[in-house]
């Protein structure tokens, strides 16, 4: 049975930003409800070809129904790989919508939105025995800090950090209404649902790995893609939008590139344009938008 996913964000001008060829070999490596896939499949003809990937298993109800797609139920990270184990050395474009989908927001047990109760997990990968349990009850004091601060980009990460340590001795966190109990007096109420969504957010990226996993998927991209191959990848926050944004630019996460004694460097990637955001008129449809930044680049 397909779930109940929202509308795909900047739809149209995310797969046109892929320049489609109708016998092109494409990749879509954050599936989910398929929007994106669907769009892509409409443009190409009968020789072409859709590989999808996406490691929630909820994904694979929405699978396409057609002799050109294929889906890999695994993490993006792994793209170079499952494309070589289906015999696709190189392909023609490939496309990311980042972060958590709304179906995944949207299921209460998974534990993703601020807006239930629930038990602390995150798993994108349910098959995985790492959730945000583990963070909060097992890190120590000094790697909990460096999570909020680093990926939730909290001013009170050492001051949060601490208060949980506390806590634990007296049992386990286990549920998101007890974090929020322990964090409370960190939680103003005019602020609450803004820090919430960002210690959410720090728990999240680490359980699941998301921005090791994303450079580990950009330095792929050169690999993979045939010169004038484009990628066409959304970003929710300025950690991802800034690893993508640096890659493009540079071909490096951090740091300058090597310049010759001319003051040239050599980059895999070309922009194409300024990023992409969602209309006022998208926003309004489907909130889920507000915070996305769509770019475009093509391998040189």
Do not use: C, W
């Amino acid at each position: 049975m397909a779930m109940e996913y929202h509308n795909p964000v900047l739809l149209k001008e995310t797969v046109d930003g892929l320049n489609i060829k109708p016998d092109g070999v494409y990749v879509d490596v954050t599936f989910g409800g398929g929007g994106h896939s669907r769009e892509i499949l409409k443009r190409l003809g009968p020789e072409g070809k859709l590989i999808a990937f996406d490691q929630d298993e909820d994904a694979v109800a929405n699978a396409i129904d057609d002799s050109r797609f294929l889906l890999i139920s695994q993490n993006f990270r792994l793209m170079k790989r499952f494309l070589r184990f289906y015999g696709y050395k190189t392909v023609d474009g490939v496309l990311g919508d980042f972060g958590v989908s709304s179906h995944q927001f949207d299921v209460a047990e998974r534990g993703f939105s601020t807006r239930f109760e629930a038990d602390l997990d995150m798993r994108m990968n349910r098959g995985s025995n790492f959730s945000a349990y583990t963070v909060v009850n097992q890190y120590e004091e000094e790697q909990l800090r460096n999570v909020l601060s680093n990926y939730g980009e909290l001013r009170n990460a050492a001051a949060m950090a601490r208060v949980i340590v506390e806590a634990r001795k007296d049992g386990k966190i286990k549920t998101s209404e007890q974090l929020k109990s322990v964090l409370k007096r960190f939680l103003p109420g005019h602020k609450e649902n803004k820090i919430l969504a960002q210690i959410y957010q720090a728990i999240r990226i680490e359980v699941n790995q998301e921005l090791e996993a994303l450079k580990e998927f950009l330095l792929q991209t050169d690999e993979v893609l045939e010169s004038g191959g484009r990628i066409s990848l959304i970003s929710y926050h300025s950690l991802e939008d800034r690893l993508v944004k640096r890659y493009i630019r540079n071909g490096l996460f951090e740091g300058e590139p090597e310049k010759d004694v001319f003051g040239r460097f050599e980059v895999p990637f070309k922009a194409v344009g300024k990023f992409i955001a969602p209309s006022k008129e998208e926003i309004k449809m489907n909130n889920r938008a507000r915070s996305a930044k769509l770019r475009i680049a093509e391998k040189i």
